[in-house]
C-alpha cells in the first residue's frame, strides 16, 4: 500500500533549464508535505517544505506546487545545475497522526548534464 | 554546530549476532526517529521516540528490534539475532518538535549481514 508515489524512477534535463519532479499521494489526512534530497552514502537532506493550507512555497530556485484536490505535489527546480544530481524523495506526513512520522516515494533520480 | 551524528558508519554482523546502532540528535532536538532503506526502495519508518519514551513504533518489526533513547545519551537501535534480510541502510533523523517541522538525517549506518 503505497501512500506516496513517485512515478518517474528518473529525470534528465539540461543545465539552466527547469527541474520538474512530481509526487501524488492518496492519503487526504496528510497536511504536511517536504522533498528531500540524497547523495549516495550520505542521509537525505531537507529541501523544501510545504503545509496544505498554501499552494505554493519558494526557496531561491526551489518552489514547491500542492494540488490538494489532484493529491498532486512538485517540485521545480530553476534554472537546474550540475550539483542537483541527485535522488530526490517526497515525503508526507499528518498533523491528526500526532507522531510525525514522513511517509517516503520511492525516489526519482535526476541528472543534470552540463 | 553539529548535526545528527550516527555511528558506526558501516556494521558487518554474522547471522545469529547483534547489532547496536546509535544515533545522537542534533542540539536542541528531542524528537527522534528511525527510517530504514533497504535497496531500490525508499525510506520506511521504524519508529519515534521522545527521551525516555517511545511514542509510535509501528513500524518495527514485532520480534528482535527494539528502541530506546534514554535520558543521557544517544538513542540506540538494537537489532537481535541479525538475519539476512536485515542488510540494509538504518538513518536516524531528529526535530525540535513532533509535527509539522523538518526532520534532519544523520548519513545513516550500512548494516551488512554475512
Known amino acids: 500500500d503505497q501512500q506516496v508515489k513517485q512515478n518517474s524512477p528518473s529525470l534528465s534535463v539540461q543545465e539552466g533549464r527547469i527541474s520538474i519532479l512530481n509526487c501524488d499521494y492518496t492519503?487526504?489526512?496528510?497536511?504536511?508535505f517536504l522533498w528531500y534530497k540524497k547523495y549516495p552514502a550520505e542521509g537525505p537532506t531537507f529541501l523544501i517544505s510545504i503545509s496544505s493550507i498554501k499552494d505554493k512555497n519558494e526557496d531561491g530556485r526551489f518552489t514547491v506546487f500542492l494540488n490538494k484536490s489532484a493529491k498532486h505535489l512538485s517540485l521545480h527546480i530553476v534554472p537546474s545545475q550540475p550539483g542537483d544530481s541527485a535522488v530526490y524523495f517526497c515525503a508526507a506526513s499528518g498533523f491528526s497522526s500526532n507522531t510525525g512520522k514522513l511517509i517516503f516515494g520511492q525516489g526519482t533520480t535526476l541528472q543534470v548534464k552540463p | 554546530n553539529a548535526g545528527v551524528m550516527q555511528n558506526p558508519r558501516h556494521l558487518v554482523r554474522r547471522r545469529g549476532q547483534e547489532a547496536r546502532l546509535r544515533c545522537s540528535p542534533m542540539?536542541?532536538?528531542?524528537?527522534v526517529y528511525w527510517y530504514r532503506q533497504l535497496p531500490e526502495e525508499g525510506l520506511k519508518f521504524m519508529v519515534y521516540?521522545?527521551?525516555?519514551?517511545?511514542?509510535?513504533e509501528s513500524g518495527m518489526p514485532k520480534e528482535r528490534f527494539s528502541a530506546e533513547f534514554p535520558k543521557e545519551g544517544p538513542s540506540i537501535l538494537r537489532i537481535q539475532q541479525v538475519v539476512r534480510g536485515d542488510s540494509a541502510a538504518y538513518f536516524c533523523?531528529?526535530?525540535?518538535?513532533?509535527?509539522?517541522?523538518?526532520?534532519?538525517f544523520g548519513d545513516g549506518t550500512r548494516l551488512s549481514i554475512l
Open positions: 521516540l521522545q527521551k525516555e519514551n517511545i511514542i509510535d
Open positions: 533523523a531528529s526535530s525540535p518538535i513532533g509535527s509539522n517541522q523538518p526532520q534532519h
Open positions: 542540539k536542541g532536538h528531542s524528537h
Open positions: 492519503n487526504s489526512m496528510f497536511d504536511y
